[in-house]
T-cell receptor, first 114, second 115 residues
Framework: AQKITQTQPGMFVQEKEAVTLDCTYD???????LFWYKQPSSGEMIFLIY??????QNATEGRYSLNFQKARKSANLVISASQLGDSAMYFC???????????FGTGTRLLVSP | DAGVIQSPRHEVTEMGQEVTLRCKPI?????LFWYRQTMMRGLELLIY????????DSGMPEDRFSAKMPNASFSTLKIQPSEPRDSAVYFC?????????????FGDGTRLSIL
């Protein structure tokens, strides 16, 4: 069964510093996708970045990058040069081949301080 | 481009009342998902549709919940009768079917409070 684990309930970082949010996953499938979403205090869910299990390169989207370590089953989100607007909940999610549902982790609350 | 549109944004009603949540997916998307978010259970999938057909409703908590998708541009999630434990944020999401890389795009959610 699919499972996503986010062990950091909260993280603090100063503006302009980089931060890594941890995500580990469990699946018996070889083909799967990993997603990160951001949920600001206003409540909406914003898609940030995707990594496929067969992708050889780590995914990057602007200041977001994904540190994908397949053997360790981890897909950590790295945010470079943090901004105050990055303060939010961050969710890691997974989807297996043949299934359309996303399974979400419990989330990490990031607080960026000036 | 318009994203996923949900209405209402907030709903407060008394237990026993019928509640209807509405969703308009992104034009051209052929998969639609209803999620519920609570503090206790996090984000959980209730039901999803492909090409307007319900595919997996195993997450629907009980018979009080029902969902329909009469056409490609509209879906409803209905709770009848509502109970206080149904209080949550309900999200609708849509995506293009096929391909692991297709992200689900979420609406702003409906914050439901049952008194």
């Amino acid at each position: 069964a699919q499972k996503i684990t986010q062990t950091q309930p909260g993280m603090f970082v100063q503006e302009k510093e980089a931060v890594t949010l941890d995500c580990t996953y469990d699946t018996s499938d070889q083909s799967y996708g990993l997603f990160w979403y951001k949920q600001p205090s206003s409540g909406e869910m914003i898609f940030l970045i995707y990594q496929g299990s067969y992708d050889e390169q780590n995914a990057t989207e602007g200041r977001y990058s994904l540190n994908f370590q397949k053997a360790r089953k981890s897909a950590n989100l790295v945010i470079s040069a943090s901004q105050l607007g990055d303060s939010a909940m961050y969710f890691c999610a997974m989807r297996e081949r043949g299934f359309q549902k996303l399974v979400f982790g419990t989330g990490t609350r990031l607080l960026v301080s000036p | 481009d318009a994203g996923v549109i949900q209405s209402p944004r907030h709903e407060v009603t008394e237990m026993g009342q019928e509640v209807t949540l509405r969703c308009k997916p992104i034009s051209g998307h052929n998969s639609l998902f209803w999620y519920r978010q609570t503090m206790m259970r996090g984000l959980e999938l209730l039901i999803y549709f492909n090409n307007n057909v319900p595919i997996d409703d195993s997450g629907m908590p009980e018979d009080r919940f029902s969902a329909k998708m009469p056409n490609a541009s509209f879906s409803t999630l209905k709770i009848q009768p509502s109970e206080p434990r149904d209080s949550a944020v309900y999200f609708c999401a849509s995506s293009l079917a096929g391909g692991l890389h297709q992200p689900q795009h979420f609406g702003d959610g409906t914050r439901l409070s049952i008194l």
